[in-house]
């Protein structure tokens, strides 16, 4: 009774890591046929060497060895090897291997003094097998510590690569030169793309919520790109700021290298290719091209803590990051971006009273120039940011919703957390409408809009960062020929995922 009590203790939390090892390779786009061959080695594996008999009445632990679990071994070394591995494991790797090779030195060194003091053949070959194994341990070893100075060696010269492409990027002719006449000025900072689950950015009423959401990522790979926008804006009086940071070079380039900071925990739950950029969308070199430089960034508004609006403060070290308390205690998932800002991090108090539909509010600045919403539900302690220009407002929606389209909660809405959350959320989206449908004079901009919304209207109107009225107004009619005043989506305005031409490709959105 004791020892079927002690094989199924062992019995649980061995399927708890098999189980969880099966969803870190679905997280790397492993194909699920394989996965399913592969998982039911590992149960074979484990259920043979508990209970043998299970097999047939042939089966012993030597043969479920020979038969499932050399498969099963090299299955996971080969998937561990395509889809997991990076460089920086390597010294790892081989300590490891020299350890092994140590201990199995041990114990044939003992094997072969106990078996007649070592003069019998077999406690000969023993000892032999102890020194050759003591030999393969040490030469493992050094080659470790070797290796460990050349990944160090090789990610310096990534680095001083990217550096590079970086210095010819802002060399690039057409840079601009930095316009000083008193006015505010917005620029919108496309910094890279990020890979998402077409449900997770529009699938929010299909299903697309809370943990079953998050399993659905696992097997719905049908995937689309959608832009990372930061926003500078330059101001006579409080100076360069931005709103978000985007995404930062190493994030994409040297994505398993960056999320590699807290034990590989986050590089094991992140897909290596969940970001693309190019050299010109360096946010560093977008800046340049614009006419500033990184360094005079003196305050960034953080709508809230995700990596995607988070990595860039890698680059502003100097700059006073202003965020929701509630976000930075309760949402920060990877506090690596934050290392060099963490010292530099402010907390509004949203004591300004009510502005417009929303009971609470900060005035940054104290002249009305600068407004703090709090809209919980995509983060704990997700914020707006409210801008006031020469020619109107501007409203930075973070990614409380991700596109214009979004606007109409009731039939377009991305992935939420589930339960409060999604409440919370849902009623940010209304407090938006709120404003938006109060002030025709505020327009909104979006950190992720991959509809023409952002790619040519505001594109074309904060080219030079001053937007006159007239172009404002056509913001504000293309959004109202999107939805109607009920906020509803018109005819010919409802996003459809279409499939990619080719199984490597990424899918697209059309708006129908």
């Known amino acids: 009774m004791l020892r079927s009590l002690g094989?199924?203790?062992?019995?649980?939390?061995?399927?708890?890591?098999?189980?969880?090892?099966?969803?870190?390779?679905?997280?790397?786009?492993?194909?699920?046929?394989?996965?399913?061959?592969?998982?039911?080695?590992?149960?074979?594996?484990v259920v043979g060497l508990l209970w043998p008999g299970v097999l047939g009445p042939l089966a012993t632990r030597r043969r479920v060895l020979a038969f499932i679990g050399v498969p099963a071994g090299l299955g996971t070394l080969g998937l561990y090897l395509g889809v997991v591995y990076y460089v920086t494991d390597l010294p790892v790797l081989l300590a490891l291997a020299a350890v092994a090779c140590l201990a199995w030195a041990a114990a044939a060194f003992l094997r072969g003094r106990l078996a007649e003091g070592g003069r019998s053949g077999r406690g000969a070959r023993s000892t032999r097998r102890a020194f050759l194994a003591g030999g393969a341990g040490l030469v493992l070893g050094v080659l470790s510590g070797l290796s460990a100075d050349r990944v160090e060696r090789q990610r310096r010269e990534m680095l001083a690569r990217g550096e590079q492409e970086r210095q010819a990027a802002v060399r690039t002719p057409g840079a601009r030169r930095r316009i000083v006449d008193g006015a505010v000025r917005v620029f919108p900072i496309h910094t890279g793309d990020t890979i998402v689950t077409y449900g997770q950015f529009y699938g929010g009423l299909d299903g697309w919520e809370g943990l079953n959401g998050y399993l659905r990522t696992l097997v719905d790979k049908a995937q689309i790109a959608v832009p990372v926008f930061a926003y500078l804006i330059d101001h006579p009086r409080h100076g360069l700021m931005l709103v978000d940071t985007g995404v930062n070079w190493e994030q994409a380039?040297?994505?398993?290298?960056?999320?590699?900071?807290?034990?590989?925990?986050?590089?094991?739950?992140?897909?290596?290719?969940?970001?693309?950029?190019?050299?010109?969308?360096?946010?560093?070199?977008?800046?340049?091209?614009?006419?500033?430089?990184?360094?005079?960034?003196?305050?960034?508004?953080?709508?809230?803590?995700?990596?995607?609006?988070?990595?860039?403060?890698?680059?502003?070290?100097?700059?006073?990051?202003?965020?929701?308390?509630?976000?930075?205690?309760?949402?920060?998932?990877?506090?690596?971006?934050?290392?060099?800002?963490?010292n530099n991090l402010s907390f509004p108090a949203f004591d300004s009273?009510?502005?417009?539909?929303?009971?609470?509010?900060?005035?940054?600045?104290?002249?009305?120039?600068?407004?703090?919403?709090?809209?919980?539900g995509h983060s704990p302690g997700h914020m707006c940011v409210l801008l006031r220009l020469?020619?109107?407002?501007?409203?930075?929606?973070?990614?409380?919703?991700?596109?214009?389209?979004?606007?109409?909660?009731?039939?377009?809405?991305?992935?939420?957390?589930?339960?409060?959350?999604?409440?919370?959320?849902?009623?940010?989206?209304?407090?938006?409408?709120?404003?938006?449908?109060?002030?025709?004079?505020?327009?909104?901009?979006?950190?992720?809009?991959?509809?023409?919304?952002?790619?040519?209207?505001?594109?074309?109107?904060?080219?030079?960062?001053?937007?006159?009225?007239?172009?404002?107004?056509?913001?504000?009619?293309?959004?109202?020929?999107?939805?109607?005043?009920?906020?509803?989506?018109?005819p010919g305005h409802t996003p459809h995922f279409v499939p990619p031409a080719s199984g490597m490709d990424l899918g697209r959105v059309e708006l129908r």
Not at 30 to 39: D, I, R
């Open 353 to 376: 009273g009510a502005f417009g539909a929303f009971p609470d509010s900060q005035d940054h600045f104290g002249d009305g120039s600068l407004i703090l919403l709090p809209t919980p």
């Open 253 to 342: 380039h040297d994505h398993d290298g960056y999320y590699n900071h807290n034990q590989m925990v986050s590089r094991l739950l992140t897909q290596r290719d969940e970001y693309q950029m190019t050299p010109e969308q360096d946010l560093r070199v977008r800046l340049a091209r614009l006419g500033y430089d990184a360094k005079e960034i003196t305050t960034v508004f953080l709508t809230h803590v995700h990596d995607d609006h988070a990595g860039g403060l890698r680059h502003l070290p100097q700059a006073t990051v202003v965020l929701d308390r509630r976000d930075w205690e309760h949402g920060t998932v990877y506090p690596y971006s934050f290392d060099l800002a963490k």
């Open 390 to 490: 020469d020619a109107g407002n501007v409203l930075f929606m973070g990614d409380t919703l991700y596109t214009l389209p979004h606007l109409a909660t009731d039939q377009v809405r991305q992935m939420t957390i589930g339960g409060a959350d999604t409440g919370r959320q849902i009623e940010a989206a209304r407090r938006i409408q709120t404003l938006l449908a109060s002030d025709p004079v505020t327009v909104p901009l979006f950190a992720h809009d991959n509809t023409r919304y952002q790619s040519d209207l505001v594109a074309s109107a904060f080219d030079h960062g001053r937007p006159s009225k007239e172009e404002l107004r056509e913001l504000r009619r293309h959004m109202e020929a999107v939805l109607t005043p009920d906020w509803r989506l018109r």
């Open 7 to 45: 094989k199924i203790g062992l019995l649980v939390p061995a399927f708890a890591v098999g189980a969880a090892w099966l969803v870190v390779l679905r997280l790397k786009d492993v194909p699920v046929p394989l996965l399913v061959v592969y998982g039911l080695l590992l149960v074979g594996l």
